[in-house]
């Protein structure tokens, strides 16, 4: 499974941004998927988490109630709808895939992974 994200920019604080994680291979709706991000000098951070299989949906804290993810599994595409946008959101979006995961945590999808795309927030 090879991983395609896009979506990135630029944007001011309280703007929105939208990316995308394209995925190939045959299935997709038997894959928890998910976004991490990096920000220079910081850990990498789980920011959204959808499983495909199960429907579970879970949020990073410091996104909850401004970032949305969905997933259409016949483009086999999450989304990742960014509102509210803050400087500290700054950093570089990955998406992360696992048959047949889980979200708890993040800790199950990190079988494969995408090129990130990287957001920058100015105030």
């Known amino acids: 499974v090879q991983l395609q994200a896009s979506g990135g920019g630029s944007v001011q604080a309280g703007g929105s941004l939208r990316l995308s994680c394209e995925a190939s291979?045959?299935?997709?709706?038997?894959?928890?998927i998910g976004w991490f991000r990096q920000a220079p000098g910081k850990e990498r951070e789980g920011v959204s988490c959808?499983?495909?299989?199960?429907?579970?949906?879970i949020y990073g804290e410091s996104v909850k109630g401004r970032f949305v993810i969905s997933s259409d599994v016949a483009k086999k595409t999450v989304y990742l709808q960014m509102n509210s946008l803050k400087p500290a959101d700054t950093a570089v979006y990955y998406c992360?895939?696992?048959?047949?995961?889980?979200?708890?945590?993040?800790?199950?999808?990190?079988?494969?992974w995408g090129q990130g795309t990287l957001v920058t927030v100015s105030s």
């Open positions: 992360a895939a696992e048959r047949w995961g889980y979200c708890l945590g993040f800790a199950g999808i990190r079988e494969y």
């Open positions: 291979g045959s299935t997709f709706d038997d894959y928890a």
């Open positions: 959808i499983n495909n299989a199960d429907g579970t949906i």
